[in-house]
């Protein structure tokens, strides 16, 4: 187990030194450690996993409602394309949410805030057109799935493809 100087609680500790002893690509189920720790995988209990899960860098999948998967070698892209996912819709709603100060309360700004407003659309922009180049090199060059159940159709020759924004 990695050793980190902050202080943790009891449970955390407990499930690090449990998930410590976990093979890589392991699928735990919440009833599984529940029974091996004797914590209970209430909503505060699975804060405590997610927790001691990110102390000792154990990216891992879930499993909607029923536990995890540790990273492996069979989910690493999944587990990279799912939290490039995450970046992907924070970015649309920072952006939807700018759209929304600008109309609201763009006029009454003042100068030096109408041009803060502008640069952080341009950093929006910036980092969306960045997403959607990165995803069609996934797509196009790999042939990897960008999301999981996203089936890349085989082609004999190079394919463009179009990146729709959700």
Do not use: W
């Not at 009891?10 to 189920?29: K, Y």
């Not at 529940?34 to 879930?62: F, H, V």
């Not at 763009?106 to 910036?126: C, D, F, M, N, Q």
């Amino acid at each position: 187990m990695k050793i980190r100087y902050r202080k943790r609680s009891s449970t955390v500790q407990e499930l690090m030194v449990f998930l410590d002893n976990v093979p890589p690509g392991a699928t735990l189920l919440f009833e599984q450690i529940e029974q091996s720790t004797g914590i209970t995988m209430d909503e505060s209990g699975r804060e405590k996993l997610r927790k001691a899960l990110c102390c000792l860098e154990r990216p891992y999948q879930p499993i909607h409602g029923r536990g995890i998967e540790l990273l492996g070698v069979q989910n690493g892209l999944e587990i990279v394309h799912g939290k490039m996912n995450v970046v992907h819709k924070s970015i649309a709603n920072a952006k939807r949410i700018h759209r929304l100060v600008d109309d609201q309360v763009g006029p009454a700004l003042k100068p030096h805030e109408r041009r803060s407003l502008g640069i952080v659309a341009t950093a929006l922009t910036a980092m969306e057109l960045a997403g959607q180049e990165m995803r069609q090199k996934i797509k196009s060059n790999q042939g990897v799935p960008l999301l999981p159940g996203y089936k890349t159709p085989h082609v004999s020759q190079p394919q463009t493809v179009v990146v729709r924004g959700d």
